[in-house]
């Protein structure tokens, strides 16, 4: 079994990612708040390295960052949240499962990967 521990969401700047993201494998999440203080996630990955992973995206080399991430920084304050996860196999079937989940971060306390 694997628990996934959220610590909540950080501003998608250079200093946040600096102070909070790790250099470790994970699942990321990019989100923008909403007006109601809901974060919306619009754009969820898993990477060997968060922080180098976010930090690319932050860059925005177009051959690196998806279109819908561009978008989304142009217009709006983003968001970004992980979960350190260092298996792969997991790290695949837990982005996947939040990818479809319209609330990821409240409906996914703890994962049975049994």
């Known amino acids: 079994m694997i628990e996934l521990e959220h610590r909540g969401y950080y501003p998608l700047t250079m200093e ?30 898993h990477t060997e390295n968060v922080y180098r992973s976010i930090r690319q995206l932050i860059e925005m080399d177009p051959a690196k960052t998806p279109h ?32 479809q989940t319209s609330d990821p971060v409240v409906k996914l306390q703890v994962l049975n990967s049994n």
């Open 16 to 45: 946040s990612l600096v102070h909070n993201a790790p250099s470790r494998a994970g699942v990321y999440m990019l989100a923008v708040r909403l007006a109601n203080g809901v974060h919306q996630i619009f754009f969820t990955s």
């Open 68 to 99: 819908t991430v561009t978008e989304h920084m142009n217009k709006y304050q983003c968001y970004y949240t992980y979960f350190a996860i260092p298996d792969e196999r997991y790290r695949q079937e837990i982005a996947k499962l939040l990818d």
